[in-house]
């Protein structure tokens, strides 16, 4: 029987049925198993292989398109929770400004000056066209003796004989990062008047400028003297453009002003304080310095000339505005910040703040007319 049975007819199940001997139903049944096996491929063998391949990238698809999705709410989410934080900030700045308003008058008696137009007031051209250093010695002339007694009455800022207020000017730039690291180290919150710069890296530098808990401050889009000096029409379209920007940047309307060159700068040739009441108007409060690193120069003041131009006149100030640069070729500036931050650290009954609503104005000229609420700052 097995003898007739063919290739063709035989199977598996057939060699189980019959009574034919168990090696050729080995036989049978390899030969059957070649059969299929050969079968598959022959037929529905490559087509179940491409199907398979098919679903292995329809699932691979799917993997991915689920991985980016959860990548996109990630980012999503991130995104998100920095706009709480942005309206966070927004809405304490507008409580700040709430409780002003309804703490009454008094509180506005925050735009005096602090002494006499400087007659000898540095600006930041000047320097650049090399007049030399500029001590701190050279702002103590302007008569900035504000003692304790010139602070906001209503005052959240901690008790001190002195307070010390270290400013940057004309960031962000490459060192914008360092001087962050170096604040941070040493738990010291510092105000940066900074001007328009573009690009991702400018942004983040500003972002973490806000986020770190400084004080994000003006200093003009341009730093353009010419331009913004030219009318108070120019340098209210300069303001307006610095303000937005940083506002877009960071969701932070800042609400200082430095003058490029200081309120006392010699370029203007309109009445600075013309500039000073369209500030007023758009209730923004500008700070000049009484104290200067002298690094506003073009070239580079040594680590202990400017450890000693920040420090020295601390002793004589209620409020002490330190002026410094924050640019990238200010190597020596970065070298003498932690040494400026520890001097001053280690001076009693002294701290170190950012400029907030509650600080003293230094400023260089006297702008309000008379009779108006400053008198509480020429003390
Ligand atoms: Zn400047």
Known sequence: M?????????SATDVRKDDISEDRAEEAAKRAAKKTVKKEPKHGGKGNAAVHRMWT???????AVLLIQIWGLNQRIEVLKERMDRLARIAAQQQDRLEELTEGPGQDGAHGTNGAPGEDGRTDAAQVSGQGIVGSQGFDQNGQKNGPGGQASASREPDA?????LTFDDGPSAN???????????GVKATF?????????AEDALRRIVEEGHTLGMHSYTHDYDQIYESVESFAEDFEKARDYLYEVTGVESTV???????SNAVSHIDMREFAEYLDSQEIRFFDWNISSGDGGSFLVPVEMLIENCTATIKDHGTSVV????????????EAL??????IQAMEDTVLLPITDETSVVQHIQWKSEGQEASDYNR
């Open 2 to 10: 097995g003898d007739h049975i063919s290739k063709d007819e035989f």
């Open 57 to 63: 990238a329809v699932w691979m698809l799917l993997c």
């Open 161 to 165: 004989a002195h307070k010390v207020y």
């Open 176 to 186: 914008t990062d360092e001087i962050l690291d170096i604040l941070d180290r040493y």
């Open 193 to 201: 008047f900074v001007v328009g710069r573009e690009g991702s890296q």
């Open 257 to 263: 002003y430095r003058f490029p060159g200081g309120s």
């Open 323 to 334: 002026l410094m640069h924050d640019g990238t070729a200010k190597s020596t500036t970065l």
């Open 338 to 343: 932690p040494e400026i931050i520890e001097t």
